[in-house]
T-cell receptor, first 116, second 114 residues
Framework: AQKITQTQPGMFVQEKEAVTLDCTYD???????LFWYKQPSSGEMIFLIY??????QNATEGRYSLNFQKARKSANLVISASQLGDSAMYFC?????????????FGTGTRLQVTL | KAGVTQTPRYLIKTRGQQVTLSCSPI?????VSWYQQTPGQGLQFLFE???????NKGNFPGRFSGRQFSNSRSEMNVSTLELGDSALYLC?????????????FGEGSRLTVL
């Protein structure tokens, strides 16, 4: 069964600094996708970035980049130049070939607090 | 382009009652999936509907059911509510035809069972 592990329940970062949120995963399927979502207090899950298991390069989306280390089964999210509005819960999720297109397995999340 | 719309946003029910939640996906999306989020269990997959058919189901009791209409709008129903059903219920839509794309989530329906 697929599994996502986020070992950091909470993180603090100063405004304008970079921060890395950890995510490790486990799956026996060679074909899978990894996602990061942001969940502010409003509850909505906001898509940030996607990495496919066969993608050769690390995914980047603006200030977000995914540090994908396939052999170590890790998919860490890097947020550069943190902003106060980045304060939220962050979830790592995986979709693999054993499920249908829309079934994601989520980690427990990391609460990020950006300080002045 | 309108996002995923969930109604109602908040509701309070008592044990034993039943509840119906609604989700309107992004226009053109044919797949709607539902997730339950609780502090104890985190985010868990409930089920997915694609073109009015249930395509996958998570490990939830039969009290949890859903359906999808021809316009892709979806409803989920929980019967005989229990205290543990208190949660944020999130709906997500996608094109459903290729799984490299992201899911777009709504703001959720927050259910409180008293």
């Amino acid at each position: 069964a697929q599994k996502i592990t986020q070992t950091q329940p909470g993180m603090f970062v100063q405004e304008k600094e970079a921060v890395t949120l950890d995510c490790t995963y486990d799956t026996s399927d060679p074909s899978y996708g990894l996602f990061w979502y942001k969940q502010p207090s409003s509850g909505e899950m906001i898509f940030l970035i996607y990495q496919g298991s066969y993608d050769q390069q690390n995914a980047t989306e603006g200030r977000y980049s995914l540090n994908f280390q396939k052999a170590r089964k890790s998919a860490n999210l890097v947020i550069s130049a943190s902003q106060l509005g980045d304060s939220a819960m962050y979830f790592c999720a995986m979709r693999d070939g054993t499920g249908t297109a829309s079934k994601l397995t989520f980690g427990t999340g990391t609460r990020l607090q950006v300080t002045l | 382009k309108a996002g995923v719309t969930q109604t109602p946003r908040y509701l309070i029910k008592t044990r034993g009652q039943q509840v119906t939640l609604s989700c309107s996906p992004i226009s053109g999306h044919r797949s709607v999936s539902w997730y339950q989020q609780t502090p104890g269990q985190g985010l868990q997959f409930l089920f997915e509907y694609f073109s009015e058919t249930q395509r996958n189901k998570g490990n939830f009791p039969g009290r949890f059911s859903g359906r999808q209409f021809s316009n892709s709008r979806s409803e989920m129903n929980v019967s005989t509510l229990e205290l543990g059903d208190s949660a944020l219920y999130l709906c997500a839509s996608s094109s459903g035809t290729g799984w490299s794309g992201e899911l777009f989530f709504g703001e959720g329906s927050r259910l409180t069972v008293l």
